[in-house]
């Protein structure tokens, strides 16, 4: 069981499981920098192969792509769920084997195809009708066959933010079950460059109740059971990933419930059914590993608001921009016990109106100069940053 991974000592806030002093980089500060607890990341990664233990676990590396966590979960025994051809020289250049590397994403290239058949990974999950028309055509130019799984919209809600939802009908994710007789059409008339592997989806991120999981799944087992009967080749069941963190409770002992929650749901649905599980998590393995660190720049006072303007912003960690997304703030030095919390809004330098990482968030009062942890930044964080307004990009160090 893991304990919090935020602790005091000496009023000097300590990270991570290993307890890290990030006031030593003080010194040396240039700019916000991301730190990642490479510990805290094999625990999960072990927590969830325990959870799932006959399941091939593929790592959505959009979360992070940071080479040393990719190197860390591979060790863990995970595989890479790639979404682009520079996921995919990552996750080599990591040392994944091309046998442990399955390829999401709506927009594949010809370009990007054609590496991901050179190369022999281990499925493409395909996501449309002109992109099957496209594969079986490359796989045909190139003299190779393309393992591929069907990515299936089965339509289901889970109850997340709308741009992270994926599983619905108004998503542009995956494939409507209507297609599947032309699809089926395709695969008979291209055997021999086309060997189906299976059927996956991919519902939103974010997840944290499992109703819509287990309509999905049923839904999707009756359709995977017809297809095996036409396709012997299809045995990969892949259940995508989405498994949520708690951001405001950070309570790890809640999220090892949940992940038990999930894998009785994912388990039990498809008991009976013959088939290889496969899953893709990114934010549960990976969230609460990174944290930003961020300095005070200016306290402004108006008459309507207290603002904390950091030198980190919207550029460097987007979801409070993008999703409305919450991330607790933390100071890196306890002021002294007898002050009183005040109303912020902590912002960034950039000229956006968007770039904020709270709204009338109530902390401990914060001065110019002082330095903020901004919490469970691991995922969707670094990987999603920019140079606008060309600002300088985050460091990012694996502790
Ligand atoms: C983003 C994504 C994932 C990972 O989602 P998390 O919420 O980070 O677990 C898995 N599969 C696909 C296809 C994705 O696009």
Redesign the pocket.
Known sequence: MLKDFLTYKNQILHFGLGQHDLSSWVATYQGPIYFYDLQFVKIRAKQMRAAFPKANIYY?M??NSNLEIMKALRAEGFGA?I?SAGEMKVALAAGFQPSEIIY?GVGKTKAEIDLALSNEIKQI?VESVPELLRIAARASALGKIANISLRLNPNVDIKTHPYIA?GLHENKFGMEYSVIPEVVEILQKNLQHLRLAGISL?LG??MLEFEGLAEALRKQKKVFLELQNQFSTCQNFDA????GILYQERDLQKEESLLQKYAAVVQSELMDIPCQLQL?????VVGHAGALLSQVQYIKTTPYRNFVILDAGMVHLIRPALYQAYHSIEPLRLPDASVQKQKYDVVGPICESADFFAKDREMLPLQQDDFVLIMDAG?YGAVMSSDYNLQVEAKEVVL
Not at 280 to 284: H, L
Request: charge should be neutral; hydrophobic fraction near 30%; proline fraction near 5%.
């Open positions: 959505a959009k979360a769920d979404v999401s999950n994926t991919h991120s974010q995508g990933g989405g498994l893709e998590p990114g934010r549960w995922a």
